[in-house]
Every structure is written in C-alpha cells, then in structure tokens.
C-alpha cells in the first residue's frame, strides 16, 4: 500500500461497515438506504480486499432479486428503511403483483435495471481470492452464480437488443446510472409528461444544495417513465411498442461487453459447456461492431441513440469514450486517448485534478456542481483506470489511480466531487466511493 495515503483504507473500511446490512450494503447512509444495482457491483470488488464470502455476499443477495426474465433489477429494497426515505419505495414499484416474473424475490425490487458490472465483480473476487484460503470459498460462488450472471446477460442481449445491434436499450435514464446526465436531455424533452400525484423530494433533504440533484422538470419526468412502465405491467414487448424513452446507451453496452469478457473466464474455470462460451464469444462481437457504429467522426465519440427519432444523443459526456471500457482498435483508442487528456476533458488547465469530468466543460450544458452534468465519478474513473490496465497504457493507469487517490485523501468518500474545486458533492461515505478506493490501495 503507498505510504503517502496511510490511514486511507482504514477509513473506507469503516464506510463499507457503517453502511453494511448485514450480507449487503446500502448505497448511501441516508440518501440511499437500500441495496442498488451497480453500486453492489464495485462494493464487490472493494469487499474483494477484505475476504471472499462477505464480498460473495454482496452479489449473492443482489441476485436474490433478480427476476425469472434474468434481469436484475436496479433496487433491492431494505425492509427496514425509514418509510418515506427514498422517494420511490416497493409500493410505488409494486414489482410483484404487476409482473409474475418479480413475484418469487425475498426482498421486494424496483422493475429498472442498471449497468452490468457484476460479472467483472464476481471474476475479481475469484482473482484476488487465488492462491489464499479463500480460493475454495470463491470458486463455488463462482459455479453457484454463474447462471444467474449468465441470465442476466441473456436477458440484455435479447428483451434489451430486439434489433441484434449488440446495443443495450434503457428505458429511464435511472438505467444508466447517469441520471441527469445531458446524454438524455433530447429525448426526455420529447417525452409529454401526463398527470402525476403530488410527490416530496427526500433526497433534497440529505445534499448541501438543491443544484446538486436533478431538477423538478427532471424529476417529473422520471416519475412520468415509471408511471408508463407500470402501466405496460413491466412487459418488455409492451415496452417496445408504447414507451416514448427507448434509447441505445454506448456505456451500458460498452459495460457489458467488458462483462462478457469477463463472463468467458468464468466459464472456464466453472467448466461450462462450450457452447455457452461461444454465444457469449458473440454477444462479445456484436457488442464491439454496436458500438464502432456509434462513432461520430466529428464529436471524436461514441453516441447513444434516441430509437424514436431514430437520431444519435449529440452531447460530449464521459459516456462516449465506451470503446475504452469495451476494447477496440488501436486506432481507435489512440483519438479517444487524445481527446480525453485534451483540454475538452482530463486536459481542461482549470481542473483541480487530471480527472475526467462527467460532462465536457466545453458542453454548454455543463454545471460543475450538478450530479451528472460536470462532476467528478470516482466509480467511473475506475472503470477508465481499469480499461487502461488493461489496454497496457500502464503510465496513464498509474496517474489516473493517484489523481483519484489524491482527490479522496482531500474530499473523503464522497459520492461526485466538483472537478474545479475539488469540493465534495452529494452524499458523504458513499459505499462505492470507498469501495473503489480499497481496490485502489490493496
Ligand atoms: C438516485 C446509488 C445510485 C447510483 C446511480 C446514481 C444515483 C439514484 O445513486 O441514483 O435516486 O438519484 O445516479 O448511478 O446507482 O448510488
């Protein structure tokens, strides 16, 4: 462990316990109280560092709540939450009485769902737990989840990819993680918001300012989606046919590519049968040729797409540099590389660190404090980290590792980060946060 972060991972040690359930962790002390899709994933990887079976335990109780569709929903709810904590509660969602395929979970769910980072999770434990005494303990989770894992993707490749693009379809933007991201600014103003129930914000309760979460005409909107989607009673076809958010997301499907990478190592060492190992060998391709075709020459990134007007999402985000966390060309990777330490990203003078900010501070939709629409991600700077790694761009890893370590030694765990300041945004001792931070210092 470096010596100048001494102390550092004691201190995420005791976010990831002051935020354990008990075999799962909330997201979030207060602002997050239950077990969140994606955010499991990297608290995974993080637990990784601590022992294999508590950090098995994290995913195994995540895919407790997947669905017999194979997907895994984007809440699993915490029974013992304050009622009223989180805006929408399992009643709201009422997963289990509108749709069959969500009535057998222990723990009710949300009916959304959130990037696939979980088949990366489950390979790290495995690879961190080989050649300890945990390396048993690892292996059987592996061979008791890898169908579920194997389902899940399933699930993507086909009720998310009708089309065969190799491109995963969202149906809110919760489902991108990146909530109010400008990625979605088209398409959710072409959404007509019909009549709501007056509703309370809890979550403006637990941030320093209003600015750093989604506006209220956001919030309509996302309220309108879920509304929509309870009325098709979840049903993927219905879906397909009536909702007027349907978009292709390059980060979710460039995640996912990354995840069926990672799903073919496992089934190797759970010894699956060979012809699982090829579709997903597909699955892998299609995803890459997808998202080759996003490629926009003059923004120098890869665009989602608005499958109702059929036009590409023109906005510069962190979300069009998914061929990095997919694998591509050479060529490729050398303009993304270009683009993202130019001054349009990493290489703005005016950054507190070298560290992608999650919208363009070229965009004029950029606003530093907001949420997605500027800040600092560390989860999203260790996917980056890792997809470096992996590229052998060993030196930019290195960077990208103490630039985001040093940012958390100044800030602590917290949720986004100001990228010209440096300050602390959105929830304090978020699980993730420290979760990615133990990875970082092991
Ligand atoms: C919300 C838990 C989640 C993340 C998402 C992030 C935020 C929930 O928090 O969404 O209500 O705003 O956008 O990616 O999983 O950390």
Redesign the pocket.
Known sequence: MSDSFAGMFEEAVRVLRRNDMGGWTR??PEL?PHQ?S??SAFIAIGLARLGARRAASELTTLLDGQWTTGKIPHIVFNPKAPPGSYLLGPEHWASASLSRSASGTPRPTSALC?PPVHAIAALRIFEVARGTADEDEARSFLSGGYANLLAWHRYLATARDPEGSGLVTIYHP?ES???NSPRWDEALANVKVGELSPYARP?LGFVDEPSER?TAEEYDRYLWLVDLLKRSRYDEGRIYRSHPFLVKDVLFSAILVAANEALVEISRIVGARERDVEMIGRWIERGRRGLDACYDGDLGLCLDRDLRSDEPLRVRTIAGFAPLISGCTDTLREKLLLLLYSGTFAGDDRLRWPLPPSTSPREARFHPRA??RGPVWPVISWLLWRSLKLAGEEGRAADLRRSSLEQLAAGGFA?YFEPFTGEPLGSDD?S?TAAVALDWLA
């Open positions: 997201a979030a997050y969140w994606w955010d959130q919760w993680g990146t909530d979550d989604p949420y997605w949720e978020q993730w």
